[in-house]
């Protein structure tokens, strides 16, 4: 397989970091896929994040809107099964050391952060709240 040639025109930028992130995931697409967690905290970088925060990931996890919060439906420990709300199904435990399948696509990690910020908080998650919870999360 072939490497795609850079354009004389984008050396500058890459070497001077602007595009070096996305062109990393992109010629590299197997560490990407091998820590989905990094290229998402690069992304949320990129998006304008400042340094992530495992304990305001925490905090995020504990808060309430609307009487609200992540633990309604994964319990209070990441790492215990949950259930949902409303249908009353099995969650399986949210943290990776309990669960070894959570945090391993980039596309499940965007559709439920999705999904579940805009249940919990009534909104979508900034970047930085995003890059705060995931890194606390694997952290778990």
């Known amino acids: 397989m072939k490497r795609p040639r850079i354009s004389l ?3 500058p930028l890459l070497f001077s970091g602007v ?14 896929a091998a820590d989905p967690v990094a290229q998402l905290l690069t992304e949320y970088r990129q998006l304008g994040a400042d340094e992530f925060s495992a304990a305001r990931g925490q905090a995020l996890w504990s808060s309430q809107n609307a009487g609200r919060h992540c633990g309604s439906c994964h319990s209070g420990d990441p790492s215990n099964s ?4 409303k249908t009353r199904k099995p969650i399986k435990p949210l943290a990776p050391s309990a669960n070894p399948k ?3 696509q980039v596309k499940t990690i965007k559709k439920w952060l999705k999904r579940n910020c805009k249940w919990t908080l009534g909104r979508e998650c900034t970047a930085q709240e995003k890059g705060d919870f995931l ?3 694997s952290q778990q």
């Open 102 to 104: 959570r945090l391993t």
């Open 82 to 85: 949950g259930q949902h709300q």
């Open 19 to 32: 595009v070096a992130a996305p062109l990393f995931w992109v010629s590299n697409p197997t560490l990407a």
């Open 135 to 137: 890194l606390w999360l």
């Open 9 to 11: 025109l984008l050396a």
